[in-house]
């Protein structure tokens, strides 16, 4: 490690989700702002920030409910109303203060409910 290099020495390498949906879930990862790395008929790969990468891995049924992962991004309120303008459905903002986050919900195709955190990150490199 580089002697200047203040990112924390850990990362999240990978998630998982699982879709029966594969083309309309892989459209809604990249509606919402992931990257393609790789696009696929049985896995797909994403990528998010931080170098964390998204497997998205066509199964022929799943249990729809909690994705099994949370996202959070700088601008809450930004990413909710461009979200609603997509016709993504968000649920509405609700604030959590005894953690000091607001949140919503979207449903991507397959049924998976992704929830959205505003951003507390410490300001120091990730």
Known sequence: MNEHDQRPLVGVAHVVLQTDRMEDSAR??????????????????????????????????????????????????????????LGLAPSPIEALPNIDHEVFRVREPAGHDITFYSSHASGKPT
Do not use: C, W
């Open 28 to 85: 809604f990862l990249r509606t919402i702002g992931m990257r393609s790395i790789f696009d696929g008929p049985q896995v797909s790969v994403y990528e998010m920030r931080g170098g964390t990468h998204l497997i998205l891995m066509l199964e022929d049924k799943i249990v729809a409910g909690d994705a099994p992962f949370d996202l959070m991004v700088d601008d809450l309120h930004e990413t909710h109303q461009r979200f609603t303008s």
